[in-house]
């Protein structure tokens, strides 16, 4: 069991998300005027319908879809098992000729055997009829659960029409800040939760993302064996939909898990005594499950091939280079994703910085594979061109055997080659793609600024923002690797993971236990780093890594207009953006009257610390307008209005020509003239008591349902201005802790070995976690210019043989290691790591 000991620390439940005076209260409603929505017992699954539902446009959308479902999986097993012995190839292939007495041509029934024949090979082979019955049980359950869901959608149906007035037609108008307003309102008619008399906007999202915060968390701790030291591989992430599930499964909702129900801890995994006992009975579970994914995996194993090569043959034929082509890993979603944030909402900002991320791993193509590529293509195609030209002078060509095959074979290896050979136009701006991907994505490693360059970056980049070709391989291969993971990897973590859920799991009032990580609260989770700093009493194993209390508190801020934080969280809400008001406004006064070219150019190749970090971005640079930040056109569209000093540079960040002000947090700027068409909707943005929900309320549905996305897109440019100006804030209050630390060191250090100790000084310095790498010498001159480099705990599980790596021991929540004043050197300690990864789900997108 010596594994198994740790050091966190008890996190005492000191949230309330009631109103003062509200923290024990049980409402009374008087028998007689209870509605049918009164007093919903499990609410996170009431909340999270009611997303599903919206989010599939509807209950006839909804249906259709999982009846589809129903008839694609009966579709899989029956093709499969006619085409595996219902048919004669050989005179499919005309290898066998075929006796006509009408005519000589031959008919595709002709190559289907008769149906007793069929039969009888079907009933001769023991394991189709094994499929055919695992296929039938799983079917069954599917039907079984298809049919409860319809049951309970359709209340969910009655809940839209009859307690928040939507229709079905309408609700694909509405978005969900307006369908969340109103459960909000009618809370106080309805009584839905008997436990506090309003609802908050945390509380609906507490409800529906309960487990997802956790797993974000978790993740961020560097607490799930998803990443992997492989030979010849080096660090690689897996992490698929099948480990999710087995992950989800052990955690929240199997059997024996954590959770006696979806808003409840069990009592005995609160209390730290028995952890050494609840430790193995978790490790004993995963065992056990694992065994169960091992038995299963070749069942499991055929349905992936068969969904796969049913899903991607026709796609891929009709468009080959869609293997070539890149998608969010489940793992950069998981890793992207902030406390508190839907899944409409995370894919909405992942497909903003979608052409950004694509331009950059672009800009990394190999000399040599285009070199390649070229001439390989030029051979390929004098072939395609000759069998083309022969097949229009005579049809008969393509009765030639394999002629056909030769042609389509031609044609996919052109696409590919053309995959490797970049625009000529192109031009290589690695950093500049990389912070404008971050103004979307929010979170990057410390230690890719200034290293947009290298190839590591690259590397490490590509976990994130994958191939489509990879995805659906690990996907195929996930069934065989994930019971090794449980197993051999999962295990081992046993007591980790029961001391994370005791450490990190508080009641709310009316909410149930939640990950304390999702209460984005400052105080509690919040890291000096990243502006915080005097206002986090956390330990470093409380402290959330990135800045993920910090931006999640943000960007929930800012998406949800309406919602009272807590007094710490509102301080550092308001004092963070007075500061950006103030570098926007000083900035844009600051470069009136300079040169605007010059500017944008300084603004973008200058390594020094920049004047204003504000002032450059609003200042317009036209070298990034072809960045594409925005969804269709550049978030750094500038624009010839001069409205107002601070307002206009910000609103030339947008998207969207027009002229609405952001909203919240320039409450002081100049609105246009009274009759101007926009001043409603600025009122609204600029925290006049009015948001996206109010301000389409009153309109048609075309009508609310642009305004809902004029208001969302300057939403969303608030954030990305705010993320870019705290990781900026970071950057530089790391260069100054870098400065001060080393002239602390020469002034202390009078022996010949000064300047080697402020080379391990600086290789000291903790490093992002979530994105370890090693610094070999060759590296160090590079390490320098990182602003702030955070050394690894250590967490890889290495599965390649030989000396394993030499690193500092790891800490028990991992992430982060300071090197004590006190001592001077520390030699690393050998040990073995484990790290982890995450996940994707396209929905839609308001």
Request: proline share 5%; hydrophobic share 40%; net charge negative.
């Amino acid at each position: 069991m010596a594994h198994f000991d740790t050091e966190y620390q008890r996190l005492e439940a000191s949230y309330s998300d009631s109103p003062p005076g509200e923290e024990n209260l049980l409402v009374h409603v008087p028998e007689g005027s209870k509605s049918q929505w009164h007093h919903i017992e499990n609410l996170d699954l009431f909340f999270q319908r009611v997303y599903n539902l919206h989010q599939k446009n509807g209950f006839t959308c909804m249906l259709l879809g999982e009846i589809f479902e129903l008839v694609q999986l009966v579709f899989v097993v029956t093709f499969t098992v006619f085409l595996a012995n219902c048919v004669d190839y050989d005179i499919l292939f005309a290898n066998k000729l075929v006796n006509h007495t009408d005519s000589s041509k031959v008919t595709l029934p002709d190559a289907f055997l008769p149906v007793d024949v069929c039969s009888a090979r079907i009933h001769d082979n023991v394991f189709v009829i094994f499929i055919l019955v695992i296929s039938g049980v799983f079917w069954l359950h599917r039907l079984v659960k298809f049919i409860y869901n319809v049951c309970c959608y359709w209340e969910i149906r009655s809940f839209y029409i009859n307690a928040l007035k939507m229709s079905m037609a309408e609700l694909p108008y509405f978005t969900w800040q307006e369908v969340q307003a109103r459960i909000i309102e009618i809370q106080k008619e309805h009584q839905i939760c008997i436990h506090k008399k309003e609802l908050t906007e945390l509380d609906i999202y507490h409800r529906i993302l309960r487990f997802k915060n956790y797993m974000v968390a978790m993740v961020n701790k560097s607490l799930l064996p998803i990443r992997f030291r492989l030979p010849f591989l080096g660090d690689s992430v897996f992490y698929t939909r099948g480990l999710k599930y087995n992950f989800e499964l052990i955690f929240f909702w199997g059997p024996g898990s954590l959770f006696e129900n979806e808003w409840s801890l069990k009592s005995e995994y609160k209390r730290g005594g028995n952890r050494l006992e609840l430790a193995d009975r978790l490790s004993s579970r995963i065992l056990w499950i694992g065994i169960a994914n091992l038995l299963l995996c070749p069942v499991i194993l055929i349905w992936q091939i068969l969904y796969a090569f049913f899903s991607y043959t026709e796609v891929i034929k009709r468009e080959p280079g869609i293997l070539g082509a890149r998608c969010w890993s489940l793992y950069g979603r998981c890793y992207l994703r902030h406390f508190n944030e839907l899944d409409h909402e995370l894919m909405s900002r992942l497909s903003k910085g979608y052409k950004a991320s694509s331009k950059y791993m672009n800009c990394f193509m190999s000399p040599l594979l285009t070199v390649v590529a070229k001439n390989v293509a030029f051979f390929a195609g004098s072939i395609l061109a000759v069998l083309i030209a022969l097949t229009i002078y005579d049809e008969d060509v393509l009765a030639v055997e394999h002629v056909l095959s030769s042609i389509t074979l031609l044609g996919v290896c052109i696409t590919v080659c053309r995959s490797f050979i970049p625009d000529k136009h192109m031009v290589f701006c690695p950093e500049q793609l990389l912070k404008v991907i971050l103004a979307h994505i929010h979170y990057m490693p410390d230690h890719w600024q200034g290293n947009a360059h290298r190839y590591e970056t690259r590397d490490e980049f590509a976990q994130l923002f994958q191939y489509k070709a990879v995805f659906i391989l690990e996907e195929l291969l996930s069934p065989v690797i994930t019971p090794f993971i449980l197993i051999f990897c999962l295990r081992r973590k046993s007591l980790e993971i029961i001391d994370f859920f005791r450490n990190f799991t508080v009641e709310v009032v009316g909410v149930g236990d939640t990950c304390s990580f999702a209460q984005m609260d400052v105080r509690q989770h919040g890291h000096p780093a990243w502006m915080s700093a005097g206002k986090t009493e956390a330990s470093i194993y409380q402290q959330a890594e990135d800045g993920k209390t910090e931006l999640s508190l943000m960007h929930f801020a800012i998406t949800n207009p309406q919602w009272q934080p807590p007094r710490e969280s509102t301080h550092f809400i308001s004092q963070l953006k007075e500061k950006v008001h103030r570098e926007a406004t000083g900035g844009q006064q600051g470069t009136a009257a300079e040169n605007h070219a010059f500017t944008s150019t300084h603004s973008l190749q200058s390594e020094s610390e920049p004047r204003s970090l504000i002032a450059n971005l609003l200042a317009g640079p036209p070298s990034l307008a072809s960045l594409h930040l925005g969804r269709d056109s550049s978030i750094i569209n500038h624009l010839s209005i001069g409205v107002s000093e601070g307002t206009s540079a910000l609103r030339s960040l947008s998207p969207l020509s027009t002229s609405l002000h952001l909203r919240g947090s320039f409450p002081s700027a100049r609105l246009p003239r009274p009759d101007h068409p926009a001043v409603a909707a600025g009122r609204a943005m600029a925290g006049s008591g009015t948001d996206a929900r109010t301000v389409s309320s009153g309109s048609s549905a075309w009508e609310g349902q642009l305004t809902s996305l004029v208001l969302s897109e300057y939403a969303s440019t608030e954030m990305s201005i705010h993320a870019l100006y705290m990781h900026e804030m970071h950057k530089q209050q790391s260069r100054g802790e870098l400065s001060r630390h080393t002239w602390h060191r020469q002034e202390s250090d009078e022996s010949s070995e000064s300047v080697h100790d402020d080379v391990e000084a600086i290789r000291n310095l903790p490093r992002s976690s979530t994105f370890p790498f090693a610094t070999t010498p060759s590296q160090e001159g590079a390490g320098l210019q990182s602003s702030s480099q955070r050394r690894y705990g250590g967490t890889t599980e290495s599965l390649c043989g030989g000396p394993r790596v030499q690193r500092t021991a790891r800490m028990p929540m991992g992430g982060w290691s300071e090197e004590p004043h006190t001592g001077r050197h520390h030699d690393p300690v050998p040990e073995e790591g484990s790290e982890d990864e995450l996940p994707p789900h396209i929905h839609k997108v308001t």
